[in-house]
């Protein structure tokens, strides 16, 4: 690539930053990394598409003062030109790399570009339906920030001779609808529980830095404010209509709360190479990125999972057995394996619903909303 191009980091609009992404496609494809952003499984990262015309409708009036200092911060832009290579960038020894530490830390690049990639899209389908003038502006900020993190994670791949060609996912990854109140509970959650992820990796490695064994982990800092931004949009999104939080909806609250939580908890036991190479115990971190998220969502859900209670390690233990096992019958043919595949499910779905049954613990919500990234 032309080192003097205009780089995803600098771009200030998300249709400037497709844009050149889409030059950088143009020059390398590669099969294997744009197939694994395509599968569509229960836990790999998908596309959502909802009623965008609901979203537009929203007034966001009643929350005026927090919604424009939430804005004014993002329209600032301390971000801008952040998300490339610089002096801070180490050389990474692909080569030399432990294949399995290798094989799953591509399969963490590729998952991420592709959940970046992921909010990029549906943001931005956002602005350019709405006629709203608040809520346009968010999403096009929101997917200003997703193009540049989804380019910066290219970059960092593309130096293992891999690309996620996201123009081609555009167009080819399969969109689940998700209502718009169940697009707020999700995105809110993935943006929060982001944000939690990559400050509890970073100040590991801060305190740790023998542990860093890639460059990248040296952004998640600023990374992480983007997404603590995004999730504090959804807060407020949220506050507009209180009967999203209450009633009957926080049973739905519950239930992402759980689904989240139990997703991030299966998809990370599944790198162990990646976590031992971070120092990380996957147990730890999880309980830890759980606490902050469960602190976080206190913003604005009137419940929080009790992590605490001894069924919740146990259940999560046994959903991420029963996924072991739900993939390697899948792997395999015949009657046997599909047998297995049946059960497996069962105890899945099982250890699911026991989670989902713990009692939650309830809270106030608090006058005000917004929060400043405090870990
Ligand atoms: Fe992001
Ligand atoms: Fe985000």
């Not at 001894?310 to 046994?318: D, E, G, I, Y």
């Amino acid at each position: 690539m032309n080192m003097h191009a205009k780089h995803t980091a600098d771009a200030t609009t998300v249709e400037e930053g497709l844009a050149i992404a889409e030059a950088q496609d143009a020059q390398f494809t590669d099969e294997m990394a744009t197939e694994t952003a395509m599968q569509n499984t229960l836990l790999t990262p998908r596309f959502y598409t909802t009623n965008f015309d609901e979203l537009d409708a929203i007034d966001v009036s009643p929350i005026r003062k927090e919604w424009d200092e939430l804005i004014a911060q993002m329209t600032a832009d301390p971000n801008k030109g952040h998300f490339k290579k610089n002096e801070d960038w180490d050389h990474v020894d692909w080569e030399g790399m432990d294949p399995e530490l290798k094989k799953e830390f591509i399969d963490f690049l590729i998952s991420s570009c592709t959940a970046e990639f992921s909010g990029c899209v549906l943001y931005k389908e956002m602005k350019r339906r709405g006629k709203n003038h608040d809520i346009t502006q968010l999403f096009q900020l929101m997917a200003r920030d997703e193009a540049r993190h989804a380019g910066f994670i290219n970059d960092a791949l593309r130096e293992a001779g891999l690309r996620v060609n996201l123009g081609f996912l555009t167009q080819k990854k399969k969109y689940t609808y998700f209502r718009p109140k169940f697009i707020y509970y999700a995105t809110y959650l993935s943006e929060k529980i982001g944000y939690a992820r990559y400050i509890t990796i970073f100040r590991h490695l801060e305190a740790n830095p023998e542990y860093r064994f890639h460059p990248i982990f040296k952004w998640f800092c600023e990374w992480c404010n983007d997404e603590f931004s995004h999730g504090e949009a959804f807060a407020l999104l949220m506050k507009t209509d209180p009967k999203l939080t209450s009633g009957r909806n926080v049973l739905w609250i519950k239930f992402f709360l759980t689904a989240v939580y139990a997703t991030m908890f299966v998809r990370d036991h599944q790198r162990p190479a990646f976590h031992k190479a971070l120092g990380v115990d996957p147990d730890w971190y999880a309980q830890e990125v759980f606490e902050k998220t469960s602190e976080l969502s206190k913003q604005i859900f009137p419940i929080t999972l009790d992590i605490d209670d001894p069924r919740w390690l146990k259940n999560c233990r046994a959903l991420y057995r029963a996924n072991v096992d739900l993939a390697d019958a899948k792997a395999r043919r015949g009657l046997g394996a599909r047998l297995a595949q049946g059960w497996a499910s069962l105890r899945a779905g099982r250890a699911f619903v026991a989670l989902y049954l713990i009692p939650a613990k309830k809270h106030e919500l608090p006058a005000t909303t917004r929060l400043e990234p405090c870990y």
